[in-house]
């Protein structure tokens, strides 16, 4: 099973990429391939929303030159996406909106004349995030917008392992933190 990751913290090691180090150990230990992608050290331009990807229904097919063609085949590639990110102001980091943001126009072949479908139709997709208030108030709105864009991807929603920030990075060194990454990484290789 090969999983890709997109972590999206610009502290790359932060609380999230602490919290993260559980989870990729089980999937290793469990033998899936694992491909992490660091939103931060990548050079995404945000969406023009031209349409022009809308012309390449077998690819991606954005015309910006930027790393996206990159991730656009990673994630094409892999069975499950991890979206890991801290929330801030009850969303995801900038530079992982961005991705999010052309991947729904690039993988997603409904708004242009030429063809219906989706390229990562079926794919399993799932969120780590790590939060400053209550999970359900701090994650709840970036919860339900991946929840939206995989109803209209036809991605396999698995849901959201978060841990809250109450101690800094030991909040996500606890024991209770290191076992719920384990189980939720053994949970999506189901």
Not at 4 to 18: C, D, F, K
Not at 80 to 85: D, F, G, R, S
Not at 144 to 160: A, D, F, T, V
């Amino acid at each position: 099973m090969k999983v890709s990751i997109l972590m999206g913290s610009p502290r790359l090691q932060g609380n999230t990429a602490e919290l993260l180090k559980p989870f990729i150990e089980e999937l290793k230990n469990l033998e899936a391939q694992v491909e992490c992608i660091t939103t931060e050290n990548k050079r995404v331009h945000s969406c023009k929303a031209c349409y022009r990807c809308q012309n390449e229904l077998d690819t991606f097919g954005c015309v910006q030159q930027d790393d996206m063609d990159d991730i656009a085949v990673k994630i094409k590639e892999s069975d499950i996406l991890v979206l890991a990110t801290p929330i801030y102001a009850w969303y995801c980091t900038a530079s992982m909106k961005a991705v999010i943001d052309r991947l729904t126009y690039g993988m997603n072949k409904f708004y242009g004349n030429k063809g219906k479908g989706s390229l990562w139709r079926g794919k399993k997709c799932a969120i780590i995030a790590t939060h400053g208030y209550d999970r359900q108030y701090g994650t709840e709105p970036f919860e339900l917008g991946i929840i939206r864009l995989c109803e209209h991807s036809g991605l396999n929603y698995q849901g959201m392992y978060s841990v809250r920030d109450e101690d800094n990075l030991q909040s996500f060194q606890t024991e209770e933190a290191i076992n719920g990454a384990r189980e939720f990484a053994r949970k999506l290789l189901k």
